[in-house]
């Protein structure tokens, strides 16, 4: 079955980081773009992040450019969020996609993972 599980959420102050991964099972993610995605309680879905498959485009949100940094590791079938400098505004829960490049940065994807809670509070 081919499914997307998202790790490495949790609990950090205002100023730390996470690392987000994202690992494909039942089938490679090396044809597909990748993104990462963001909920708030109360809130819309946000786009933060997409690598396209050859890494060589990626999106970013106005509201993390500079802090988030999204990789790919195409051996290990996983993507990465490396966030920095996290804000209590960041908090929310964290869902990776694939799909087509610019459908991902519209806001469509093909499979979803289930997500995983960022909380930047001290």
């Known amino acids: 079955q081919a499914q997307l599980v998202e790790s490495g959420g949790g609990l950090v102050q205002p100023g730390g980081s996470l690392r987000l991964s994202c690992t494909a099972s039942?089938?490679?993610?090396?044809?597909?773009?990748i993104g990462w995605f963001r909920q708030a309680p109360g809130k819309e879905r946000e786009g933060v992040a997409c690598?396209?498959?050859?890494?060589?485009?990626?999106y970013y949100a106005d509201s993390v450019k500079g802090r988030f940094t999204i990789s790919r590791d195409n051996a290990k079938n996983t993507v990465y969020l490396q966030m920095n400098s996290l804000k209590p505004d960041d908090t929310a829960v964290y869902y990776c996609?694939?799909?087509?490049?610019?459908?991902?940065?519209?806001?469509?994807?093909?499979?979803w993972g289930r997500g995983t809670q960022v909380t930047v509070s001290s």
């Open positions: 996609a694939i799909g087509e490049f610019r459908a991902i940065v519209a806001g469509v994807a093909q499979i």
């Open positions: 039942g089938f490679s993610l090396d044809y597909y773009a």
């Open positions: 690598i396209s498959t050859s890494r060589i485009n990626t």
